[in-house]
């Protein structure tokens, strides 16, 4: 369950932008909008209708068929398209993948049999077959079928929403994101009910239950006021990098270091959901990352004070009970470890240069990886992995960055993406220890250095004397070698 969710979830992030632009052109020249125009809202069904799961499609082919099963996705999608009556936006989500996949499994069986000199021709032949099939199946049988399943499911979670027990969700929402299934629930799953019912409703409350930054805030809040002098710095940097930044995983450390605190989030969710509820808010289109002036943004004027509201109201609850929960000795570090992890933060300026902690780098294509036995050569290419490519992964990238600037060794390629896409040239992967063992299911011939937490800085001082070395010396560590 886990690999799919984290599959939709690239599915959807890729493609982040178009869902947030038709979200923008509802607010602002919608009917409840600051400027309507009827002319410009008709750029909406196509989008929602065509275009959209059109690219969905297409995304997932490509992570799992590459071009080809990208392509042909596309076509198959087209079709499902034409003949459904909704929005075919989960639809295109399950079969962009499966037309890749089929794509992949049946080129990997020709390779085996075709004679040679005729294997482009063959491959493109069958290729053409698979996608008129798929695509005739699509328009006369899927398309229809699916479109009757959509209304199903949607008619369902409208009852349940009208008998409220939507805030429930917190309940696994909370705990999940902790343990970093956040991207996994939040573009797999929720995104997808969400621009349903954004398409219908011009909002929609599933686009606020992951990324509410209340909850966080409160614990963060918390932390900070039973802390010091000198660690409360550290907590505040932390608080705007959550808040402003939408940087929530910076807050999962936390929480794992009292797992007692995952009651706070649950709670300041559940108020919260309960809230937006009530008031029936919602927002126009899905905030990533979850930054508090994105979702301002993105919360239709009516609402915008019932959204404020319901997230000050989730982080004050959970602000309380964490305060009831923490004692003095939260954490263990000594005072010269957070003044040191502060400077470092401070460094990185990141109040003035906040569009380097969210920042995407769409870089590289799933492929074949390459194998390194060790490092004979030096590195020269840096990849830091999280489940969605962005968020945690950009940040510790960007801070990799300035440590490897500052010791002269700003030539060095450092670049984050998803656990699904680890482009091929990458030679030295980095990631939370969370997903050690994916990453090397997925790549095991490469080194692989694991963390704790993205805001361990003196993690950093380390992997600069190891890049240092695989300049001096070539190598660093074995082939598939995990630290």
């Not at 999280?386 to 960007?398: D, F, H, I, W």
């Amino acid at each position: 369950m886990r690999k799919v969710g984290q599959l939709l979830s690239a599915i959807v992030y890729q493609n982040i932008a178009v869902i947030i632009v038709v979200g923008l052109i509802r607010e602002l020249f919608g009917i409840y909008g600051f400027y309507y125009n009827d002319r410009i809202l008709l750029l909406v069904n196509p989008i929602y209708e065509t275009l959209l799961p059109i690219l969905l499609a297409y995304t997932g082919g490509r992570l799992t068929g590459g071009q080809r099963g990208a392509v042909v996705a596309s076509i198959v999608t087209y079709g499902l398209t034409l003949a459904s009556s909704v929005p075919i936006i989960i639809g295109a989500m399950v079969i962009g993948p499966l037309t890749g996949w089929i794509i992949y499994r049946v080129d990997k069986l020709l390779k085996q049999r075709i004679p040679i000199g005729y294997e482009l021709l063959i491959s493109n032949i069958v290729t053409a077959m698979i996608g008129i099939v798929l695509t005739i199946a699509c328009f006369l049988y899927v398309g229809q079928t699916l479109s009757t399943g959509v209304k199903w499911v949607i008619a369902l979670l409208q009852k349940g929403i009208y008998w409220g027990w939507l805030p429930a969700a917190s309940l696994f929402i909370e705990p999940g994101k902790v343990l970093f299934f956040n991207n996994a629930l939040n573009y797999g799953m929720l995104t997808p009910l969400g621009i349903q019912q954004a398409k219908d409703l011009g909002k929609s409350i599933f686009f606020l239950l992951e990324s509410n930054p209340g909850p966080g805030l409160g614990i963060l809040t918390a932390y900070w006021l039973k802390t010091n002098k000198a660690k409360k710095k550290v907590v505040t940097l932390s608080i705007f990098i959550h808040f402003i930044g939408g940087i929530h995983e910076i807050y999962f450390p936390y929480v794992l270091r009292r797992m007692r605190l995952v009651l706070a989030l649950i709670v300041g969710g559940l108020i919260g959901n309960s809230f937006f509820q009530w008031y029936g808010v919602g927002l126009v289109s899905l905030p990533s990352p979850g930054s508090i002036l994105l979702i301002a943004a993105l919360a239709p004027s009516s609402d915008l004070s019932y959204v404020l509201i319901g997230i000050f109201l989730s982080g004050f609850v959970s602000f309380f009970i964490a305060y009831l929960l923490l004692d003095r000795k939260v954490v263990n570090d000594s005072n010269v470890d957070y003044e040191q992890q502060m400077a470092e933060i401070h460094q990185l300026q990141h109040l003035d240069h906040i569009r380097h902690l969210v920042e995407q780098d769409d870089s590289g294509s799933k492929g074949e990886q390459a194998i390194h036995p060790t490092f004979r050569k030096p590195v020269n290419y840096i990849l830091f992995v999280c489940e969605a490519g962005m968020g945690s992964s950009a940040m510790g990238a960007a801070m990799l960055r300035k440590k490897l600037k500052e010791a002269n060794l700003s030539t060095i390629q450092v670049d984050n993406a998803s656990v699904n896409e680890i482009p091929q040239e990458a030679d030295f992967i980095i990631c939370h220890r969370q997903l050690k063992n994916i990453v090397m299911n997925i790549s095991p011939e490469k080194t692989c250095y694991c963390l704790d937490s993205f805001t361990d800085f003196h993690e950093y001082d380390a992997i600069v004397a190891i890049v240092k070395e695989s300049q001096t010396n070539g190598h660093s560590f074995e082939e598939g070698s995990v630290r």
